[in-house]
C-alpha cells in the first residue's frame, strides 16, 4: 500500500486529502451521508493507485532495430512489441523511448488501453546525422488511471545497440602510373625480375567496359574476363588518418574530422573492391582495421572501427615512423606543422609511392575559431596551414591534394589519382 500511495498524483492526493476531511467532519457533526462520500472520496484514489500499479507489474516490452548497422543519413527502423502480462488490463499508458541527440527526437507514443494477454506493435524510424555507436533506450512506460489519480514509471525493453558506420561516397579510378599495392613502381620491379604478367584479368563486373574483354582467359576459363590496367596487389596500401582533436575544426556532422573520416572509408571500401589488401591507422601509429581478403568481412571491419573512432589528444603526428611500414600510404592530414610533415616525410623511403589530401581545416571554421586559432599563438598558427604542409610534402616526392569541404570527395579522389602520375601537387576547391 506504501509504493501504490506513492504513485498518487496531484489530483489524487488533494482527493484523498479531502476524504480524509469529510471524514473528520462527518464524524464531529455525526452526519452520515456525509461519511459515506468521505468513503467513496477516499476509497477512489487509493484503488486507483493500487490498480495502475498491478498494471504496471504486468507490462513487458520487447526492441529489435532494423537494420542494426546503418550509415549516416539512412533510416533504420524500431519495433516496440509490447505486452500486457498481467490478471488486469492496462489503461492510460504513456511511452517514450530514449534516444540519443544524434539519432534524432525521443518518440512518444500513447495507449488507450491495452488487454489482458494481448500483443501490440509500435514502430518509429530513426535517421542519425552523426556516426558512432549508440545505444537506444530504455523504454520508460508511464501506466495512468482514467481518472488521473495515480501513474507509475517503469522501465522496460533494456538498450538496444545501433552502430551508425560513416557515409560512403563511391569513388572512381585508381591513381595513375604503375598502379597501387606493390610499394615500388613497376619499371623497378621489372628491372629488378620480379616477372610480373602484363595482362592482368578479373571477372567481369557490371558496368566494365566491354572493350577490356581479355577473350584468352575468358576462353580458358570458360567464364568472362577483363582486363585491368593496373598492377597486382602486393606489399598493400596504409590509409593514414589524422584523427587527431587538435588538427580539426568544426563541430557536429560538418566537422573537417567527420569528413576525413568519411573518406577514409571511401577510399578503403573502393580499394577493396578492386581486391587490394588495405590497413588503416591512426596518428599514432595504432592499427585500426586490417583488412582481409575477404572483401565483404573488410568493408565491415574498417566501417566499424571508424564509427566507434573518437578524436585523440595527440598534439602532433608519430614522429620517427614510417607510416606505411613499407607499403604505400595515402595519408588524410588535419592541421599539422611544417616540422611534422618534413618527419612523416622523412622515414619514406625513396620510390614508395605516397599520396595525401590535406584538408584545409580553416575553411571548416567559422570566424571565431578561426580567431581563437590565431589567438594561440605561433604553435597554432603554424598548425593550421595546410599550404606549408602541400609544400614540404610535394618537395619530397609525394602526390598532394589540398582539400576544402566544399570539394565532392570523389573530385579530391580523382585529383589525387593524377597527382600520383605527377608526383606533385594538385588542389581542389
Not at 610535394?394 to 579530391?412: E, K, R
Request: with cysteine; glycine share 12%; proline share 5%.
Amino acid at each position: 500500500m506504501a509504493g501504490a500511495l506513492s504513485g498518487l498524483t496531484t489530483r489524487g492526493r488533494c482527493l484523498l486529502a479531502a476524504g480524509f476531511t469529510a471524514g473528520v467532519c462527518a464524524w464531529v457533526l455525526d452526519e452520515r451521508d456525509l461519511l459515506r462520500v468521505a468513503v467513496f472520496v477516499v476509497a477512489m484514489p487509493l484503488l486507483a493507485a493500487w490498480l495502475a500499479q498491478r498494471a504496471r507489474v504486468g507490462l513487458r516490452a520487447a526492441r529489435s532495430v532494423d537494420p542494426a548497422r546503418v550509415p549516416v543519413g539512412a533510416v533504420a527502423e524500431v519495433r516496440v512489441e509490447l505486452r500486457s502480462a498481467g490478471r488486469l488490463p492496462t489503461g492510460g499508458l504513456l511511452l517514450e523511448d530514449a534516444v540519443p541527440y544524434a539519432l534524432g527526437s525521443r518518440p512518444r507514443f500513447v495507449v488507450e488501453r491495452l488487454p489482458r494477454d494481448h500483443r501490440t506493435s509500435l514502430r518509429y524510424q530513426l535517421k542519425p546525422v552523426m556516426r558512432g555507436v549508440q545505444q537506444v533506450g530504455p523504454l520508460l512506460a508511464r501506466v495512468t488511471d482514467p481518472f488521473g489519480l495515480a501513474e507509475f514509471d517503469q522501465e522496460m525493453a533494456g538498450r538496444t545497440r545501433l552502430v551508425v558506420v560513416p557515409r560512403v561516397v563511391r569513388l572512381s579510378g585508381l591513381p595513375g602510373g604503375s598502379g597501387m599495392g606493390s610499394g615500388d613502381d613497376g619499371s623497378i620491379r621489372l628491372r629488378t625480375g620480379q616477372g610480373e604478367d602484363d595482362a592482368v584479368v578479373r571477372p567481369y563486373r557490371h558496368g566494365d567496359d566491354l572493350r577490356k574483354v581479355h577473350w584468352r582467359s575468358t576462353a580458358r576459363r570458360d567464364e568472362l574476363m577483363v582486363r585491368v590496367e593496373e598492377r597486382p596487389w602486393r606489399g598493400g596500401t596504409t590509409v593514414l588518418l589524422d584523427h587527431r582533436l587538435a588538427a580539426h575544426r568544426g563541430s557536429g556532422p560538418s566537422a573537417s574530422l567527420e569528413w576525413a573520416v568519411s573518406f577514409a572509408a571511401s577510399v578503403c571500401l573502393h580499394l577493396n573492391r578492386f581486391g587490394h589488401q588495405v590497413k588503416l591507422v591512426g596518428d599514432d601509429g595504432r592499427v585500426l582495421a586490417g583488412v582481409t581478403g575477404d572483401a565483404g568481412h573488410g568493408d565491415d571491419v574498417v566501417l566499424d572501427s571508424l564509427a566507434a573512432l573518437q578524436p585523440s589528444h595527440r598534439l602532433e603526428l608519430a614522429a620517427g615512423l614510417d607510416a606505411g611500414a613499407g607499403q604505400e600510404v595515402v595519408a588524410l592530414l588535419g592541421a599539422c606543422s611544417p616540422e611534422a610533415a618534413e618527419s612523416l616525410a622523412r622515414h619514406r623511403r625513396r620510390g614508395t609511392r605516397s599520396l595525401a589530401v590535406v584538408l584545409d581545416v580553416a575553411a571548416w571554421a567559422g570566424a571565431r575559431e578561426n580567431a581563437a586559432v590565431s589567438a594561440a599563438g605561433p604553435a597554432g598558427a603554424a598548425a593550421a596551414s595546410a599550404e606549408d604542409t602541400a609544400r614540404v610534402l610535394s618537395a619530397s616526392g609525394w602526390g598532394v591534394v589540398v582539400a576544402t569541404p566544399a570539394t565532392p570527395m570523389d573530385q579530391v579522389w580523382q585529383e589525387l589519382c593524377h597527382s600520383a602520375g605527377n608526383r606533385g601537387r594538385a588542389e581542389v576547391g
